[in-house]
């Protein structure tokens, strides 16, 4: 398991992913980054839901409601042009934390 302290910074960065190509809702995106991590990380609901009101306070996602089978109405989230761009600098960034903390890792013996 992936400590949440240490993915912390990079949760909002996760979520615009998995909207990259689809909108979808809380429970479907949680089931599919447990997935995609193979089970390393598991995404709290607090943890989602707040990124999901702060996303959308920055204008990163919008939400809609969208009925399903049995009339249950359910909250979906797409990703906005400025969630596109937010998520490519965040990508640039990363690859920047990689270079710069792969400078502090080593194997001991």
Do not use: H, P
């Not at 910074?9 to 190509?21: E, F, S, V």
């Not at 991590?37 to 707040?50: A, R, V």
């Not at 797409?78 to 937010?86: F, L, S, V």
Request: with cysteine; glycine share 4%; net charge positive.
């Amino acid at each position: 398991m992936i400590s949440s302290d240490v993915i912390r910074g990079y949760n909002d960065t996760i979520i615009l992913y998995m909207l990259l190509d689809n909108e979808s809702y809380g429970y479907e995106i949680s089931k599919k980054i447990k997935e995609l991590s193979d089970e390393k990380y598991i995404i709290k609901e607090t943890t989602l839901y707040s990124a999901f009101n702060r996303l959308e306070k920055n204008g990163y996602i919008e939400s809609f409601y969208k009925q399903e089978t049995f009339g249950k109405r359910r909250t979906y989230y797409r990703i906005t042009k400025a969630g596109t761009d937010y998520y490519k600098e965040k990508c640039v960034e990363w690859e920047v934390t990689k270079q710069v903390i792969n400078r502090f890792i080593k194997e001991v013996n």
